[in-house]
């Protein structure tokens, strides 16, 4: 399952990703270039293998800017949309990434991250929520600094997304090739019928 860790500069992405991966905190986490890691869970007592690309958007990128993750998008079978509940400009950046979206692009999941900054907080979990009603998927708001179980949950529900989201297509194929062939239904068969 390959999933895209994406949003603003300083959200805490790699932080996040660190997290799902060493369960430990990292701080300062000094990095120019997006990295990719593999790692292997367990979902739903299913092994997975993950593929995780913690993207690195431009320091210096323009606010109104569209934000532009065409090659992450199409490489993922999931992103993780992380904004910081801190940052207005971060939530703001996820709103125009997603308004960026194809219509068949991957399942998302919406993270607000740095919970444990209550006293900076500028986006209430309320506008998350709507937020993610409006890009129908999953929300929750966690701290790479303080939870461990909540930011391995990220991950888990947008690898479920994922599998659903193959389950589905999967089916949309099958009834897709099955809709050509007729259907019969069993009647009497021809031996059982008057010989003339
Ligand atoms: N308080 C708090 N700080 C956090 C949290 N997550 C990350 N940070 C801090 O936020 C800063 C940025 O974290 P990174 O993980 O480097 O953020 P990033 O989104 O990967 O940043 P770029 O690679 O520049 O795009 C660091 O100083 C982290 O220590 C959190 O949950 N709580």
Redesign the pocket.
Known sequence: VKIAVI??????????TVRFLTKRYI???D?HSENRYRHEAVVDNEPVLFEIL?T??K?DEDEEQVTNQTEAVQWADGLLL?YSITDRRSFNYIRRTRANLQTDSPPVVLVG?????IHGRQISTEEGEILAKDFECKFSE?????HVGQVADTFHDLCREVLAARRKSKQSLLDRMLGGTRVYSRGKSDSALPKD
Do not use: F, T
């Open positions: 949003g603003a500069p300083g959200v805490g992405k790699s932080a996040l701080g300062e986490y990095h913690d690195c958007p320091a992380v991250n740095k919970v444990d900054m966690v701290s790479a600094a303080e």
